[in-house]
């Protein structure tokens, strides 16, 4: 008859590499998707910056996942598990400060939406002005119809863009509060 204990340590040491595989496999994943997003990147272009702020928050469970595993895998190994620690620690914060971007980027945004739809709202204001000429009444009529619709735009503009900042501002501080919880713990852990 076997030893039990003997049978569950080679148990807990099958399960830590299976968490191990897991881990990396998740870290491996989001490291080749973030490569991938910067192939194009246009660090001036907002547009770029909430796109791929977005696609890092959208993706960010696979990173908290990944380094949880592994930190769970090196937790007999106080030197490795600090260093991952103080990375999850490093990557927490690099999500904190992605929110206070993604914030600001989102106002300009909204800022560039409301001037284009202003901007082209006048132009076809403008064109009809011109073009019609001795029916003052029905041009009339279409431009408070533009108005009305510039108006409805804009208010769907912000809503959109509103929306998407605070699912992008979630997906990123709420994992990055979680890699800063996970690289105190790994840093606290004995």
């Not at 490291?31 to 192939?39: H, Q, S």
């Not at 279409?142 to 809503?159: D, F, N, P, W």
């Not at 919880?181 to 790994?186: A, E, S, V, Y």
Request: one cysteine or more.
């Amino acid at each position: 008859m076997q030893n039990p204990l003997v049978l569950r340590d080679v148990r807990v040491d099958s399960l830590k590499a299976i968490c191990l595989v897991i881990g990396i496999t998740s870290l491996a994943i989001f490291a080749w998707n973030i490569l991938a997003l910067t192939l194009t990147a246009d660090l001036y272009s907002v547009q770029w910056r909430v796109n791929f702020l977005e696609q890092v928050g959208s993706r960010s469970f696979a990173l908290l996942f990944g380094f949880g595993l592994v930190l769970y895998y090196l937790s007999g190994n106080r030197i490795l598990s600090k260093r991952v620690a103080f990375v999850c620690l490093m990557t927490g914060i690099l999500f904190q400060m992605g929110c206070i971007l993604i914030i600001h980027d989102t106002l300009t945004l909204q800022e560039q939406a409301f001037a284009n739809i202003a901007r082209q709202s006048q132009q076809v204001k403008t064109e009809i002005q011109e073009n019609v000429e001795g029916a003052e009444r029905e041009v009339e009529q279409a431009i408070q119809q533009i108005t009305v619709e510039e108006g409805e735009l804009q208010q769907r503009a912000k809503s959109d863009i509103t929306r998407a900042g605070i699912v992008s501002l979630g997906n990123l501080f709420i994992p990055g509060l979680g890699l800063l919880l996970l690289g105190r713990i790994g840093l606290k852990s004995k």
